[in-house]
């Protein structure tokens, strides 16, 4: 195996998923937030809020502590018995859950804050409850529900100025969803919205998060062209500098940020597979960053990746030694995570198969190709168990929103039964208070009802008698209709009549072309022949060229005739070609339209096929067609 192959297996670990964007962080630190919470005149709800925004902090480094603090804030609603505290601090717990990759537990938390925002009927319960939803509809792979959820989410959020960590991570990863799918369009609009909003919350941290999916966002739209848009990479390599010095800068203070990492492994990957060739130095300064930044913050994915990219880097040197030197450093760090899903060691052992190979080691091929099957055997076996959980979820999930709405439906139900019983009895109240009035007044009221119903019945006859006269209108205006149809129909006929007739007079047309190709050979064959002849005979042959021009007029005839049958064709094709097209154009154009194929044009212009092909070359380039379009069937489709 070349080391080109080695190049391509190498990539595994930078292809991991280091582009998801991770979560960014709320308005107030970590110790802004328990300073807050420690406040004696602090509202409840202020205090859960508070409670579960430093859940979100802590997930990142101390996941124990995240669901301790929603907890917390969980109590609190419990003990309050509010459902709109408990239904926010649900979502709170379910986010924990969420980034330890606890799938259970997240759609568990979710559907408990989604219940429960819903009895509270309170709008910023349902908003975080939307939110909870939106992930987890985004994990059993249901992306319509994951953006409806998402968006509600988010519209709730930005209305009311609150939860920019929220608003700025949900964009981010509506933004990486679109453009995982190539939809670079609404990819551009959710990026563009996150970095609005993040320099909208005037939070250092929201911006730089923001910056780096933009700049992410940028290197996407430069690799979809081609060439690669070189100015797109480098306002992306800028904004990821300015997203580095923010990071720095809160590191300075205190806030380490593990986004701080995504962003040095996006620069750094960027300038490998971009401005390797052209700026190695800068490439190897940025990779050497990485590794110190990435072993300080010890996020075991963020070294993983950081290891592809030394042996994507090492790849493009052809330096196998360096490559198993990392590769052997990406084993201990698999070795360290008890939790490591089998495609790394499946990806793993790939490599090192590889390298046995360049080395010739046959032992070591079998060794690592036994190991490599048995991951991928393990890894196929999780992936089948986790399609077949998340099928039951989703099956679940819409078992119960049946249940919902049809209790819904029930509900609404009863209400109008209800409503109707109600109308009832008001009316038989109304009735029997009628019919206790005095004597007088329902001999007035009798009198008065006669009078209503001698009206009505007038009514009655009047409707009726309209209701005649507009039958006798509409069987009328059904006979006129078909009076027209019958029209049409006469006319359609007469039309294609006379374009029958046309297309005679067209064929009449061909033969006379025939002809002047018989005379035109005729004329070639005296001329072979005119050394040896008389002057009498070359007065022939002027005769015969004289009256072979004659046909030349055959094409206003045929012109005229293209233009009976389709008025605007010629008109159409120059419009089409700004102008350009001669004379002759419209002859070889009008031939094709009549169905003629290239020889035959050749032959009945009497001149050579190859000239005819250029002629059709020349006439696609004035017409603007490119190369895929078909001339003969472009010409037959101008009307």
Known sequence: MSTTGIKSKTLFIT???FFIISNSYGQKTKNELLKLIGQKDLSIEKKCDYLCELSTIYKKFDTIKAYNYAHQALEIGRDEKAANIQAIAYEALSDVARFTD?????IKYADSSSV????????????????????????????????????????????????????????????????????????????????????????????????TSWALFLVNTAEQKSPVDLNLLQTAENDYLKAIAIFENEKKKGNINFSYGRTWLNLTSLYLYHFFETRPEKTLKYLQKTEEVCLKLNV???????????????????????????????????AKDSKVNARYYALLYKNYMDLAELKDDFPAYRKYFYLYDKALKVMIEKENRAKEYNASIRFETEKKSEQIKLLTDNLEYRKKINYLYIALLVFVFFTLAFMLRSYHFRQRSYIKTNLLLQKANEEATLLSKIKEEEAMIAVLESELTEKELQIAIQEKILTEQQKNK?????MTNNLQLEKKNEVLKDIQNKLSVMKTEKSTDIKTISKTIDKSMEVDDEFELLKTSLENTNPVFFSTLQEKASGTLTKLDFKYCGYIKLGMSTKEIANHMNIETQSMRMARYRIKQKLNLNRETDLDSYIMSVQ
Do not use: W
């Open 15 to 17: 292809l991991l998923s």
């Open 102 to 106: 606890n799938i259970p537990k997240q």
């Open 502 to 506: 046309l297309q005679q007079e067209l």
């Open 300 to 334: 075991p994915i963020q070294l993983m990746v950081m290891y592809g990219q030394q042996a994507q880097y090492y790849t493009n040197l052809n330096d196998v030694v360096n490559i198993e030197k990392v590769l052997k450093k990406v084993e201990q760090n698999i």
């Open 116 to 211: 429960l925002a819903t009895a509270s009927k309170n709008q910023k319960s349902i908003a975080y409850a939307n939110y909870a939803l939106a992930y987890k509809h985004e994990v059993i792979g249901n992306k319509e529900k994951y953006i409806y959820y998402m968006l509600k989410s988010l519209a709730y959020f930005e209305k009311n100025k609150i939860r920019y960590d929220k608003l700025v991570n949900g964009y981010e990863n509506l933004g990486a969803s679109f453009s995982d799918n190539n939809d670079l369009k609404f990819s551009e609009k959710y990026c563009k919205k996150a970095l609005d909003l993040a320099y909208e919350s005037k939070n250092e941290v929201n911006i730089a998060n923001g910056l």
